[in-house]
Nanobody, 113 residues
Framework: QVQLVESGGGSIQAGGSLRLSCVASGIRLNHMGWFRQTPEKQREWVAGMTSNGEMNYADSVKGRFTLSRDNARQTVFLQMDARKPEDTGNYLC?????????WGQGTQVTVSS
């Protein structure tokens, strides 16, 4: 059974740092990504990592967010620096494996000004 479990969210003030984690089970880390969703907006792509380590970021987070992964721990991280109130949302981890998309339940991040 495939499972993605996010953690690390919380309520914080603008300008600080936070690191989100996504632990995958039932699959090997392959193409991984992060989305965020708010009640006002559709689900928004934030960042993604291919199986060979190529990383891409949305323009809104480029230079502030950093992806990394630990294959031994089956974990992908999203380091969020210089956070802004518009970074608020439920952050969802996603994985593409054997042609299937998998999603976690998300971890809520709330940034206050």
């Amino acid at each position: 059974q495939v499972q993605l479990v996010e953690s690390g969210g919380g309520s914080i003030q603008a300008g600080g740092s936070l690191r989100l984690s996504c632990v995958a089970s039932g699959i090997r880390l392959n193409h991984m990504g992060w989305f965020r969703q708010t009640p006002e907006k559709q689900r928004e792509w934030v960042a993604g990592m291919t199986s060979n380590g190529e990383m891409n970021y949305a323009d809104s987070v480029k230079g502030r967010f950093t992806l990394s992964r630990d294959n031994a721990r089956q974990t992908v991280f999203l380091q969020m620096d210089a956070r802004k109130p518009e970074d608020t949302g439920n952050y969802l981890c996603t994985a593409l494996y054997n042609g299937e998309d998998y999603w976690g339940q998300g971890t809520q991040v709330t940034v206050s000004s």
